[in-house]
Nanobody, 115 residues
Framework: QVRLVESGGGLVQAGGSLRLSCAAS????????IGWYRQAPGKERELVATISNTGSVLYSDSVKGRFTISRDNGKNALYLQMNSLKPEDTAMYYCRAQRFTAAFWGQGTQVTVSS
């Protein structure tokens, strides 16, 4: 099992910044990829950004140039720096880890961007 705990969400004005954190514990060795997803009310959960165990990074087009994903292996932590936030970034943000064929999710942290 892999346990993921997100933090750092909140209410911010458009144009502002937030930094999300995800603390991983448990069977974190052999995690193939870890990343951030989000789900807005009435919409499907979507990929925001992921980083593989080789360091390859993938961003959704909607956040490219504004968000930066990073990881600190020593702290077993994943981060998402979000700049130039827009009201359409409002969603619950989830941390997800892929370990072999299993996927693990955190409980989410809410990000609300006011216009």
């Amino acid at each position: 099992q892999v346990r993921l705990v997100e933090s750092g969400g909140g209410l911010v004005q458009a144009g502002g910044s937030l930094r999300l954190s995800c603390a991983a514990s448990g069977l974190i060795f052999s995690i193939n990829a870890i990343g951030w997803y989000r789900q807005a009310p009435g919409k499907e959960r979507e990929l925001v950004a992921t980083i593989s165990n080789t360091g390859s990074v993938l961003y959704s087009d909607s956040v490219k140039g504004r968000f930066t994903i990073s990881r600190d292996n020593g702290k077993n932590a994943l981060y998402l720096q979000m700049n130039s936030l827009k009201p359409e970034d409002t969603a619950m943000y989830y941390c997800r880890a892929q370990r072999f064929t299993a996927a693990f999710w955190g409980q989410g942290t809410q990000v609300t961007v006011s216009s």
